[in-house]
């Protein structure tokens, strides 16, 4: 593959090294989530999607699959709202298989130079950013089926947990849409020490939330802890006092965990 100017071959084998563990990742994660569904029955609760039960976690997260299918196998360059197809119980299973191995299967055959439409900022390509949106999508609503199971969660590896945080801050939070706002600026760190450069600064304001990488000189609250506890709290899949470090002023944790739910 002849290198893009100003990217390195070293640079190209990393970005699709990083593209496949992804794909790796969105695969073993939708088989993880539908086991755990399956255990749990579509009629459980999901305590962290208040009002769904099992079935509407399957519904939601398939159609999600089956949207961002639709990006990455037909070049769609605008945007179009996420499906609302349906299925019996007794189908459910085979139905979210079907969507899910179109999504992987439609970014395994993608071509790096894949043009559609994305949502955030600061992908290398719409390619790079389906793969890591739909795996940190299906991890996510993995850990809530198996919440709804009663079952221990998984672990997540911590530098996929770190890029995770790393694109609930830069990118979910750096849209207009983002809710966690406040009267005055207030400096949120973010800090997981078991991946090396894993921190962030959140300046939080009446603007949407500003991150940059690194930690500040100085914060109003600083919350630490390993990667995949930050992450699924930071997600609010965890409570805050499951493993957090909170420095500071707590009210500007209690701020972001009250607000940042994406809607």
Known sequence: ??????????????AAMKISRHIET???EGAALLAAAERAGPDAEVPTCPGWRVRDLLLHTGNVHRWAAGYVTG??????PIGT??????????WFRTGHGRLTEGLRAAEDALECWSFLPGSASPRAFWARRQAHETAVHRADAELAAGAELSP???EFAADGVDELLTGFHARRRSRVRSDREQVLAVQAPDVPGAAWTVRIGAEPPRTTRGLPEEYDCRVSGPAATVYLALWNRLPYGDGLVIDGDASVATLWQTHSAIV
């Open 75 to 80: 070049g769609r360059t605008d945007p179009a």
């Open 85 to 94: 197809e349906t299925a019996p119980d007794e189908k459910l299973a085979a």
């Open 156 to 158: 997540v590896a911590p």
């Open 1 to 14: 593959m002849r290198p893009q100017a100003g990217l390195s071959v070293a640079g190209d084998t990393i």
């Open 26 to 28: 969105l695969e073993h």
